[in-house]
């Protein structure tokens, strides 16, 4: 019952849970307003090279997030589920080591599909009805970005194993690093030699490279479960044990990319908007820019809770799981209508800081009214999403993303956007009616139909699973 769910009876939990998910939080905060950051600056750059340089490297930037990046974060959803799960509760740690292995073998055959869509982008961009001229640009710079796709998989699945085992810091100091560095790349390439979209490809290719480099280095140096024998998180290279048990990963890797598709919404929104010209293009990259920053601030939330949700399942403790999340809530909705009430009363001067083109910045200011109910609804389901996806029932949340967003919300904002005339707003007002669908049936079912103690068992079956344990 909803009064149980959000009884907060032992304030001493309750207190501990909140310095616990502050001390957690805050380094995944920085890491993603630092990330996103920097993708804002490439946005600055870009915006300074005309809007047809800045449209192409847009669309395909969305191409690679919607056709590559989202599957391999989607399935590297499980990470959050087993490895939070197993630092608590797997009786041996270097169950840890064996499920990064998995991960990595199995993000490493996604590569060859999405490797086959990305070199044919051009002609799948022509076919999806974009201009000649902007795909074939799109695709130039989708062609830089095939060196370092197998890094951008890899970097993602380290960043989500350290997380899961409270290494939250690592990450952060490397963006810390790397913000400046990616800014002086900015420069070189689109500033300094002016190489256009072509530019903007070897930037991402140069931050990608730096970044698994960096990551490469710690693993192999620096992080304890791999230079300190009393820890042994990583046992060395297991083929046999690596190449097996993939059947848990992907089940709940697999539904995992589905879960996700309240990323792809943008993404979608964007590639589908794309036809109606370079204008409206150019302000959906500035919205979707400014609405992914604001929205680091609840994933940040959702991703500590995760973690922390996933440790007390681990660990068998279904009283602090329960106040845990009903905690992450509460500062979650205040959060989110924080930047809901941002967006919309300095919708303006946003849109004068990223663009100098008069219809651009006409665009952002008017499509900011739909966006700010959507950002609040966005991230409210961000978390509550997070919930269900600790529970291993990745299923549940791809199911409810399909219908609300790809049955009712997106069909409907398409229709309004070319049978109406609504243009951009169109399709974000079918994002927000597919957000209050999903935020309203995953919370009912947190509420209702969630016994967290069984929550516990099932999470202790899987790991001991994983570690072939009897059950």
């Not at 090279?49 to 990046?69: E, R, T």
Request: proline letters at 4%; glycine letters at 10%.
């Amino acid at each position: 019952m909803p009064d149980d769910f959000f009884a907060m009876v032992d304030k001493e939990v309750f207190t501990s849970e909140l310095a616990t998910l502050a001390r957690l939080g805050w380094p995944v905060l920085v890491t993603f307003l630092l990330g996103m950051g920097m993708k804002l600056v490439d946005v600055w750059f870009l915006g300074k090279l005309g809007p047809q340089v800045m449209a192409a490297s847009s669309l395909g930037g969305l191409y690679i997030m919607v056709g590559g990046l989202a599957l391999g974060n989607g399935l590297l959803t499980a990470i959050d589920t087993l490895v939070s799960q197993a630092f608590t509760g797997a009786r041996h740690q270097r169950t840890l080591g064996i499920i990064l292995q998995r991960a990595i073998l199995i993000i490493g055959l996604l590569g060859i599909p999405v490797g086959i869509l990305w070199a044919n982008a051009k002609e799948i961009l022509i076919w999806m009805g974009q201009d000649a001229e902007l795909a074939d640009m799109a695709s130039t710079y989708i062609a830089l970005g095939l060196p370092v796709m197998y890094p951008m998989f890899l970097s993602t699945a380290f960043r989500r194993f350290l997380q899961s085992v409270d290494k939250m810091q690592v990450t952060m100091v490397m963006i810390v690093i790397l913000f400046p560095l990616n800014a002086v790349s900015d420069w070189v390439f689109l500033s300094w030699m002016d190489l256009g979209v072509v530019g903007a490809g070897l930037q991402m290719m140069v931050f990608h490279g730096m970044w698994i480099s960096m990551y490469l280095v710690y693993m192999c140096f620096f992080y304890p479960g791999v230079t300190d024998p009393q820890q042994s998180v990583w046992p060395g290279w297991q083929w046999g044990e690596a190449t097996s048990q993939w059947s848990t990963f992907l089940k709940l890797g697999v539904p995992g990319m589905l879960s996700i598709s309240t990323d792809w919404a943008f993404e979608v929104c964007a590639l589908v908007t794309g036809v109606l010209g370079e204008i409206s293009l150019a302000a959906q990259s500035v919205v979707l820019s400014v609405n992914s920053f604001l929205l680091m601030i609840p994933f940040a939330l959702a991703t500590t809770l995760s973690v922390r949700l996933g440790h007390h399942l681990g660990a068998n403790e279904p009283k602090k799981a329960k106040q845990c999340v009903a905690l992450a809530v509460v500062i979650g909705f205040c959060l989110t209508s924080l930047n809901a009430m941002v967006l919309f009363g300095f919708r303006q001067p946003i849109a004068f800081h990223f663009s100098t083109d008069a219809l651009v910045i006409d665009a952002v200011t008017d499509l900011m009214h739909v966006v700010s109910p959507c950002h609040f609804l966005m991230g409210i389901g961000v978390i509550l999403s997070s919930v269900l996806n600790s529970f291993g029932k990745q299923y549940i949340v791809a199911s409810v993303n399909l219908a609300s967003y790809y049955l009712i919300g997106l069909p409907f904002g398409i229709w309004l956007t070319f049978r109406h005339g609504y243009g951009l707003s169109g399709v974000w007002c079918g994002v927000v009616v597919a957000g209050l669908i999903k935020v309203v049936v995953e919370a009912w079912i947190l509420m209702f139909k969630t016994d967290w103690q069984v929550e516990c068992e099932r999470a202790l079956r899987r790991i001991h699973f994983q570690e072939h344990l009897p059950l």
